[in-house]
């Protein structure tokens, strides 16, 4: 099998699954037991803790693990609306989040929230200034994404973040940088978000365990479980250790080659752009930077039956920004890409153990199917 959608989820490596039997088989303490056997296990954790939020660039205690990406956005935006209740019922956000933000505040809408969607340009990009525009003085949120999971635009959040005081004081800001964690360069401390969502499964990690780091003009914060006390009494129910661990392993072993794996991811990007480039009507769809993401339309080739057929060729792609039971995604509608390209758009997306002989493999498939189909839109 070729597996080119690592922007949906990534292979986990041996060490990272042998590390959670380890914790699962030897370790399966409670980490909330008294005797030494609990306090091992949350001894664990906290190491745990410590691994990611150093990847992060932030302290270990601003950071609280979750149980995935999604649960994490909804988190920052629970803090940020109860913080700011007084502020007001406004958030700006983009038209092109992922679905944990767009369904968040399609749900806020219908509670009486009103939200301002910042459309990108024809390129995907989104300055800091359309952004900053748009926030008033009822702002209580801004929800900007760090990297676009189907076009890998990279947004500006630390311009953003140094724009929101001279604007409103009170705004906060979240990012979701589920799709940037490990994958471009950047910490808590230069981003100046003061919520940042993460998810291991898109670095090597399982799934089902993300965290939130959560910064310092955040008061409280608003708990999103309460329970049992754990995560400091924020996020209450029993760590989930191993997946924690298999977290910080991930993260361990991306930090250990991390330039050379965005060197690497870069370089292969380069090479599919050459190589998709050399058939004929297709198109590049958006100018994202990130290392990982490329997303490319042929026109008139609806993108379900692409994926479909490489399925059958064992290569794995995306329908990345396609159809959503028939109608465009968020992102392909906000791009504002005609019909006939909208329809056509796969998404390819690498990780570190991605090879040439890969894309040339889905080259090969992409153009074949391109040649021995007529077109149907
Ligand atoms: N945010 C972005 C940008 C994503 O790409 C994803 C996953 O596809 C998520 C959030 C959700 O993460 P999770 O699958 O851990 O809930």
């Known amino acids: 099998m070729i597996y080119l959608d690592h922007a949906a989820t990534t292979p986990v490596p041996r060490a990272v ?20 056997y609990g306090r091992r296990a949350k001894g664990l954790v906290e190491d745990c803790r410590e691994t990611v939020a150093q990847a ?43 679905s944990a933000v767009l369904e968040r505040c399609r749900w806020l809408e219908q509670d009486g929230y009103e939200i301002t969607r910042i459309l990108p340009d024809r390129d995907g990009n989104i300055p800091a200034e359309k952004v900053l525009e748009a926030v008033r003085p009822d702002t209580a949120l801004v929800s900007v994404m760090l990297v676009n999971n189907e076009t890998g635009n ?36 230069t981003l100046g978000a003061d919520f940042i969502a993460l998810s291991a499964h898109k670095i090597g990690g399982p799934k089902g365990i993300g965290a939130l780091y959560i910064g310092g003009r955040v008061r409280g914060p608003r ?18 250790t191993a997946q924690i661990a298999g977290f910080a392993k991930a993260t ?9 794996n965005l060197r690497h991811m870069a370089e292969i990007k380069a090479y599919a752009v050459e190589r998709l ?28 039956n692409v994926v479909n057929e490489l399925s059958e060729a064992g290569i794995c792609i995306s329908a990345g920004s396609a159809c959503h039971q028939g109608k465009p995604s968020q992102v392909t509608a906000a791009l504002g890409l005609e019909k006939r390209v909208a329809a056509g758009v796969v998404r390819l997306s690498f990780g570190p153990e991605t090879t040439k002989k890969e894309i040339d493999a889905a080259a090969d498939a992409l153009r074949l199917h391109h040649d021995t189909r007529f077109p149907m839109l």
């Open 56 to 98: 992060l660039g932030c302290e270990a205690a601003r950071l609280f693990f979750t149980s995935c990406g999604t649960e994490s956005d909804n988190w920052a935006f629970t803090a940020a609306l109860w913080q700011n209740r007084r502020v007001g019922r406004h958030i700006v956000t983009t038209a092109v989040e992922h």
């Open 252 to 260: 361990a072993l991306r930090m250990e080659n991390f330039a050379e």
């Open 223 to 240: 708990a999103l479980l309460p329970g049992g006390g754990q995560e400091s009494g924020f996020r209450a129910g029993t760590e989930a």
């Open 277 to 304: 480039g050399e058939i004929s009507d297709l198109r590049f769809v958006a100018r994202g930077t990130a290392p990982h993401v490329l997303s490319v339309s042929m026109p008139g080739y609806p993108s379900q």
């Open 154 to 189: 990279i947004y500006p959040i630390s311009e953003i973040a140094a724009g929101l005081g001279a604007k409103n004081e009170k705004t906060l800001l979240h990012t979701d940088a589920v799709q940037g964690f490990l994958k471009v360069p950047f910490s808590a401390k």
């Open 17 to 36: 699954a042998e590390e959670m039997f380890r914790v699962l088989t030897e370790d399966y303490g409670n980490p909330s037991s008294q005797y030494a």
